[in-house]
């Protein structure tokens, strides 16, 4: 059985910065995409960033510039580096993986339980 743990939300005042951490564990094969999602109160859960097995990134548009999402193959986890924080970037963050586990023939879809990131203005 597969599970993702995440870390590292919190409180943090406009400029500052949080770091992310999301670590998959189980009978893990191989893993394929990892991102990192996030849902506002009242919106819909939007991505934030990815990253590929090959290391190709991809960020929202809001977020350029000021978060990078760095994997750790042999750690099987990826994190989210947020600078200058803006009060918009308050939600629940989300991380999500595709993988494949040892006796499965295909690659599924595993999702964090969520972390709080709350900027104050």
């Known amino acids: 059985q597969v599970q993702l743990v995440e870390s590292g939300g919190g409180l943090v005042q406009a400029g500052g910065s949080l770091r992310l951490s999301c670590a998959a564990s189980g009978k893990i094969f191989s893993i394929n995409r990892m991102a990192w999602y996030r849902q506002a109160p009242g919106k819909q859960r939007d991505l934030v960033a990815v990253v590929t097995s090959g290391g190709s990134t991809n960020y929202a548009d809001s977020v350029k510039g000021r978060f990078t999402i760095p994997r750790d193959n042999a750690k099987s986890t990826v994190y989210l580096q947020m600078n200058s924080l803006k009060p918009e970037d308050t939600a629940v963050y989300y991380c999500?993986?595709?993988?494949?586990?040892?006796?499965?023939?295909?690659?599924?879809?595993?999702w964090g339980q969520g972390t709080q990131v709350t900027v104050s203005s």
């Open positions: 999500n993986v595709v993988l494949r586990s040892y006796g499965l023939g295909s690659y599924n879809d595993y």
